[in-house]
């Protein structure tokens, strides 16, 4: 049971100009506009068919956090448009299958897997799984995460420590166990928020120098995380530099894993896999007390068109999406 105040991640959380805690679910806007790069003539999350290619069930699509909100519209998106197996998951079997039922009266049939992306050994028994059955995967989103509610009465220490726990340190676990498996013009889409833009302009000059270094490596980015959580224990976070923000920091560090996930891929020749970080939009669920002005299908476009980018693709790679376009993440 999540603890007081604190919420799974449907969308992301932004500052309002008036305060550094007096937080809003979500940010920017996505228009329904762009047209997907991989045809939806056929649909392998629809019940496969006897002339199905062994290439094509191999495919292997997978969501974490999917169950609701942001992360089951992606589900839902890359049924229709992704050649291949999608794997909704959750935390709790009983949403998760609920979840893949509500889908199916549509007509399309993603496979359910559980996940806890904060329990390693859910981690390792997915990977298995996919290691076992697909030998690979294909498409990555990592959607899950939290965030406590501005109300929240939880100690920021509290915040802090469960926060980045979640949404960094277990999302780059995630990463570590599953990229072995990524095959050759893979897709990785990190969602991140626009909070995390905010939470950098909070930053200090010092912090703000690393975060956007090109030279910074996944040891330096985890280091300052651990950082951020021991200073907030100690009441010093904002005296060494860092934001009044968990949420924020948290999502800095998915911005910049996922930039240098992208410079990693590229100095080891890996072949076309393509690593991107995105912001969803303010969006209309839960986590917004459904104040969002996007459905969530609008808030799956970007995550989605990430996951679906063309073999080949030069941009965007190793960078921040918000709009379906490429964003100046240092603002």
């Known amino acids: 049971m999540p603890p007081v105040g604190l919420h799974n991640r449907d969308s992301a959380y932004f500052y309002k100009a008036n305060g550094p805690r007096n937080l809003i679910t979500d940010q920017s806007v996505c228009r329904h506009t762009y047209q997907l790069h991989i045809s939806n003539t056929k649909e392998p999350c629809v019940k496969a068919k006897t002339n199905t290619s062994v290439e094509m069930a ?8 999917s169950n609701k909100g942001v992360g089951f519209a992606i589900v839902r998106a890359l049924c229709k448009n992704f050649k291949g ?6 935390r709790n079997p009983e949403l998760g299958h609920a979840a893949v039922q509500e889908l199916e009266k549509e007509g399309l049939h993603p496979k ?4 806890d992306i904060s329990d390693h050994a859910s981690v390792t028994a997915l990977r298995d799984f996919l290691q076992n059955t697909y ?25 802090a420590e469960v926060t980045l726990k979640t949404n960094y340190f277990s999302t780059l676990d995630l990463c570590e166990t599953l990229f072995p498996l990524l095959r050759p013009h893979a897709r990785v889409s990190n ?7 905010f939470a950098l302009a909070k930053c200090s000059d010092a912090l703000k120098a690393r975060f956007v270094s090109t030279d910074i490596t996944m040891d330096e980015l985890t280091g300052i995380m651990k950082k951020f959580v021991q200073s907030a224990q100690n009441g010093t976070h904002q005296a060494e530099g860092f934001p009044e923000s968990s949420y924020g920091m948290s999502k800095v560090g998915v911005t910049v894993m996922s930039m240098i996930q992208q410079r990693e891929m590229d100095k080891k020749g890996a072949d076309d896999i393509v690593i991107n ?4 939009g303010y969006v209309d669920t839960d986590m917004t007390s459904h104040k969002g002005k996007l459905t969530i299908d609008q808030g ?32």
């Open 85 to 90: 197996d999608v794997i909704l998951t959750a």
């Open 135 to 159: 030998q690979g995967i294909d498409v990555l989103v990592n959607n899950a995460g939290i965030a406590y509610k501005a109300a929240s009465t939880a100690p920021f220490s509290e915040q």
């Open 191 to 197: 969602v991140s928020s626009m909070v995390s833009q």
């Open 277 to 280: 970080a995105c912001c969803p």
């Open 112 to 115: 359910f897997h559980q996940l």
């Open 300 to 331: 799956a476009e970007t995550p989605a068109y990430l996951a679906l980018l063309p073999p080949g693709v030069k941009e965007p790679r190793g960078q921040f999406v918000r709009e379906l376009k490429v964003a100046d993440w240092k603002m």
């Open 58 to 65: 191999n495919k292997v699509a997978v969501v974490t956090g």
